[in-house]
């Protein structure tokens, strides 16, 4: 329940709109104020799951972003979603039926382990996505998938642990 607490922290009503037209700065504040309301009520959603560390959940740049980690999703090398992996996914896919979000962005991440296959690694990485974005359009949402490779890694390669960190699913929550 601690991410709970942290959410509740955040100032997403704090909006500030340059040239200080009242209506614009109202209706902005409005927005920041229904995406803190979406973005609380999906937390409270994917609590069990953060608590049981099989999610992380962070805000960056006004967007939420549910982040599986892709061990226990996928085998390695493969897209196919493993019955753990099914099961982890069904479970966001509901609490992300609980909200009002417009747009999901999923991206798959690789780790930047040898063999240095770019090309390989995006591959894999939007086949994933795509694993995950099936089971996630069947909502109200507009669902996107998308492939990063390894080009935006959590951690350093150099460590088991960074690799696996690296390795990942995002889905990204826009609330317009």
Same mark, same amino acid.
């Given at each position: 329940?601690?991410?709970?607490?942290?959410?509740?922290l955040l100032p997403f009503a704090d909006v500030a709109v340059p040239g200080g037209h009242e209506a614009e700065r109202d209706a902005a504040a409005s927005?920041?104020?229904r995406r803190a309301t979406m973005y609380r009520a999906m937390l409270q959603a994917l609590a069990p799951m953060v608590d049981a560390a099989e999610l992380? !959940?962070?805000?960056?740049q006004g967007v939420m972003r549910a982040i599986l980690p892709s061990d226990g999703l996928f085998a390695a090398g493969k897209s196919q979603l493993l019955p753990e992996g099914r099961?982890?996914?069904?479970?966001?896919a509901r609490a992300l039926a609980t909200i009002q979000a417009t747009r999901l962005s999923v991206i798959g991440h +690789? %780790?930047?382990? #040898? #063999? %240095?296959?770019?090309?390989?690694?995006t591959a894999l990485s939007s086949a994933r996505a795509r694993a995950v974005r099936q089971l996630l359009a069947h909502g109200k949402? !507009?669902? +996107?998938a998308s492939g990063a490779g390894d080009s935006d890694p959590r951690a350093p390669n150099e460590t %088991?642990?960074?690799r696996m960190r690296n390795r990942r699913i995002e889905v990204l929550v826009h609330v317009d």
């Amino acid at each position: 329940m601690l991410a709970l607490l942290l959410l509740s922290l955040l100032p997403f009503a704090d909006v500030a709109v340059p040239g200080g037209h009242e209506a614009e700065r109202d209706a902005a504040a409005s927005a920041g104020e229904r995406r803190a309301t979406m973005y609380r009520a999906m937390l409270q959603a994917l609590a069990p799951m953060v608590d049981a560390a099989e999610l992380q !959940v962070e805000i960056r740049q006004g967007v939420m972003r549910a982040i599986l980690p892709s061990d226990g999703l996928f085998a390695a090398g493969k897209s196919q979603l493993l019955p753990e992996g099914r099961k982890r996914v069904m479970a966001l896919a509901r609490a992300l039926a609980t909200i009002q979000a417009t747009r999901l962005s999923v991206i798959g991440h +690789t %780790d930047g382990s #040898p #063999p %240095d296959d770019r090309a390989g690694k995006t591959a894999l990485s939007s086949a994933r996505a795509r694993a995950v974005r099936q089971l996630l359009a069947h909502g109200k949402n !507009v669902v +996107t998938a998308s492939g990063a490779g390894d080009s935006d890694p959590r951690a350093p390669n150099e460590t %088991d642990e960074g690799r696996m960190r690296n390795r990942r699913i995002e889905v990204l929550v826009h609330v317009d």
